[in-house]
């Protein structure tokens, strides 16, 4: 349950998608963490889909289709999701190429069996820009205290 609960947060924090804002890519960045975090709260996993590179691969081999099954099952199994999402920094490299470092804080309630789950986790995600959106291409993440 503690991996599906990784890949839950991990899926909603890595759904940065378009912005119509033409703010600085800092900024785009941050609002979209907070929107992405309302996603995963509401299980619209199509925005958060949208925000997955089609060649986003993680450390674990994970790739966009296995992030998006993980989510799909953790939101069957779970009735209410809370998620907030701080971002730390973002570290614009290129102007194609950006490193955010957020820190999650994720509560999960399943009703039916009286189970409230609670964890932090931090992560680093690495996001190319496509056209006008960021995507995320990779991730690292560990429990944060």
């Not at 600085?24 to 889909?49: C, F, K, S, Y």
């Not at 994970?62 to 730390?88: H, K, P, Q, S, Y």
């Not at 189970?115 to 992560?123: H, K, N, Q």
């Amino acid at each position: 349950m503690r991996m599906y609960i990784a890949w839950l947060v991990l899926v909603t924090v890595l759904g940065l998608s378009a912005c119509a804002d033409p703010e600085t890519p800092e900024a785009q960045i941050r609002a979209q963490i907070a929107v992405m975090a309302e996603a995963g709260e509401d299980g619209d996993i199509g925005v958060l889909g949208d925000g997955i590179s089609r060649d986003y691969e993680d450390l674990e081999g994970n790739d966009r289709r296995a992030v998006l099954l993980l989510m799909r099952g953790f939101l069957m199994r779970t009735d209410r999701i809370a998620i907030f999402a701080d971002t730390e920094a973002v570290s614009v490299l290129t102007d194609d190429y950006a490193e955010a470092t957020v820190r999650v804080r994720f509560a999960g309630a399943n009703l039916s069996r009286f189970d409230l789950r609670t964890s932090v986790y931090r992560f680093v995600l690495g996001m190319e820009r496509d056209g006008s959106n960021w995507q995320v291409v990779s991730a690292r993440w560990s429990e944060a205290d």
